[in-house]
């Protein structure tokens, strides 16, 4: 499924004297099946975006296209969404909850209301998805490591087939190695099952290498979007959101800068 918002503004509390505005006149289009990013420093807007890309917020004005499904201010009934967004929230492993790590992991599949063994077998993939042992399954998800506990709660909405994946932060808190391995298995699985992907998240170096197209967040406006080539190309302006351009173009911003000085030859004069 792809995505598409025109002018989309939210205000929380609208019409009290609390009244703040969270997202202001956001345009985005995702293809179906790409992976993207969204950046942003916090406060920035990226949370209530996502939340109405998954249906559970309204915006105030303007509208959203999630495949076949319109939302807007008036939109009533968006169970056609149901299961086809999956969210993976910020520290998801507090939301487990069952005994037993299938349990949790079949918990959101059988509220879509499926089959028994289509539920068995959906929990068994998700596993595999997400790269844990079957040995795992009938153990309580609050005796695994935090790693794991992380991989239970994404294997739960990856279970779902979610057509479009939100993760908001998946990796925080994960060991590097860890992270890393998380997100080249929703990578491959993007690209196995032409799943849409947005990635929302502070760090530059993440988002940059997965994602083909990067959405830039800054009070509440979308304020840059395009390739992360394109997007690097404004790093006085990432820099005034507090973004930081990613470790590896810093190198290559920083030798770009040497070789524009002309070389000063007395550099190189031995000293006497
Ligand atoms: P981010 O995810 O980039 O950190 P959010 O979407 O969470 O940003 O927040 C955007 C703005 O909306 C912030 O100023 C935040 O304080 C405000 N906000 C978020 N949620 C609520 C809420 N439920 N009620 C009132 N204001 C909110």
Avoid: C
């Avoid at 959203?64 to 499904?69: A, E, K, V, Y």
């Avoid at 949790?104 to 539920?119: F, H, K, S, T, V």
């Amino acid at each position: 499924m792809g995505i598409v918002a025109i002018n989309v503004s939210h205000v929380y509390l609208t019409g009290t004297p609390y009244a703040k505005p969270a997202l202001t006149e956001v345009n985005l289009t995702v293809p179906t099946g790409a992976f993207v990013g969204v950046i942003g420093p916090t406060g920035s807007g990226k949370s209530t975006l996502i939340q109405h890309i998954a249906g559970l917020l309204r915006p105030t004005s303007g509208t959203l296209r999630i495949g076949d499904t319109v939302i807007d201010v008036d939109s009533k009934d968006l169970s056609s969404l149901r299961g086809r967004v999956g969210v993976v929230f910020q520290y998801p492993e507090h939301q487990l909850f069952e005994e037993t790590v299938i349990k949790d992991i079949a918990y959101g599949p059988r509220n879509l209301g499926l089959a028994e063994d289509e539920i068995e077998q959906r929990v068994t993939t998700a596993l595999e998805w997400v790269g844990l042992s079957p040995e795992l399954a009938q153990r309580s998800p609050f005796q695994l490591s935090g790693g794991q506990m992380r991989r239970v709660a994404i294997a739960g909405v990856l279970a779902m087939h979610p057509e479009i994946l939100i993760l908001d932060e998946p990796t925080a808190g994960l060991d590097p190695a860890g992270q890393r391995e998380l997100l080249d298995r929703i990578y491959s699985l993007h690209r196995q099952r032409n799943m849409t992907v947005i990635l929302v998240s502070h760090s530059m170096e993440d988002v940059s290498r997965y994602a083909e197209r990067l959405f830039v967040m800054a009070g509440g406006r979308m304020v840059l979007s395009g390739s992360p080539q394109e997007v690097f190309q404004h790093p006085d302006r990432l820099r005034e959101w507090g973004l930081e351009l990613p470790e590896t173009i810093r190198l290559m911003e920083r030798i770009n800068q040497e070789l524009a000085v002309p070389l000063k030859l007395d550099r190189f004069t031995p000293e006497a």
